[in-house]
T-cell receptor
Framework: AQSVSQHNHHVILSEAASLELGCNYSYGGTVNLFWYVQYPGQHLQLLLKYFSGDPLVKGIKGFEAEFIKSKFSFNLRKPSVQWSDTAEYFCAVNARNNDMRFGAGTRLTVKP | NAGVMQNPRHLVRRRGQEARLRCSPMKGHSHVYWYRQLPEEGLKFMVYLQKENIIDESGMPKERFSAEFPKEGPSILRIQQVVRGDSAAYFC??????????FGSGTRLTVV
């Protein structure tokens, strides 16, 4: 069955530190990949998505993610985090049959 | 803990019929959110409910769509007089407060 794994449940960083959140999925076919962010008290927002083409995807607010097909991974990165990046981050995988699965989420806390 | 349960997984309706989508939140979660995913797109927020209250319905279409979360029983997303454009995957998430989502597996609505 299709599944999405986010390795880190809670990540704590200081401002200006680099961020990488892991996301692995299990699905053998073609997929679309997403990262969503939920800021405290707000609803989900789309950070970035990958459908095809360049496996390095740029999103909003300085985030990027790299699709590595051989590793079934779609890790989220940001070179230098800010306090305002404190949020919960969800990875999601949408198979071409439109069956979508979410990871359990990673809570990021950025200390000022 | 069974997680967030959505049923049915797949629902087929003819144009003009009513669709009722159910979401049972995780035990102890009193906040429910509904999102719609259109093919090849990300999630769009629809409505946020707590028990017996609609907190935010800013993403709900003005007509034909309604949602409830009664004191007892699951949350229901109701679509009256469905049209082909309503075909989508509908996801429910629950949380014990206003962040920290757990997603259900979704209901795929097909209008024929």
């Amino acid at each position: 069955a299709q599944s999405v794994s986010q390795h880190n449940h809670h990540v704590i960083l200081s401002e200006a530190a680099s961020l990488e959140l892991g996301c692995n999925y299990s699905y053998g076919g073609t997929v679309n990949l997403f990262w969503y962010v939920q800021y405290p008290g707000q609803h989900l927002q789309l950070l970035l998505k990958y459908f095809s083409g360049d496996p390095l995807v740029k999103g909003i607010k300085g985030f990027e993610a790299e699709f590595i097909k051989s590793k079934f991974s779609f890790n989220l990165r940001k070179p230098s985090v800010q306090w305002s990046d404190t949020a919960e981050y969800f990875c999601a995988v949408n198979a071409r049959n439109n069956d979508m699965r979410f990871g359990a989420g990673t809570r990021l806390t950025v200390k000022p | 803990n069974a997680g967030v349960m959505q049923n049915p997984r797949h629902l087929v309706r003819r144009r003009g019929q009513e669709a009722r989508l159910r979401c049972s939140p995780m035990k102890g979660h009193s906040h429910v959110y509904w999102y719609r995913q259109l093919p090849e797109e990300g999630l769009k927020f629809m409505v946020y409910l707590q028990k017996e209250n609609i907190i935010d319905e800013s993403g709900m279409p003005k007509e034909r769509f309604s949602a409830e979360f009664p004191k007892e029983g699951p949350s229901i997303l109701r679509i009256q007089q469905v049209v082909r454009g309503d075909s989508a995957a509908y996801f429910c998430a629950s949380s014990p407060r206003d962040d920290g989502y757990t997603f259900g597996s979704g209901t795929r609505l097909t209008v024929v």
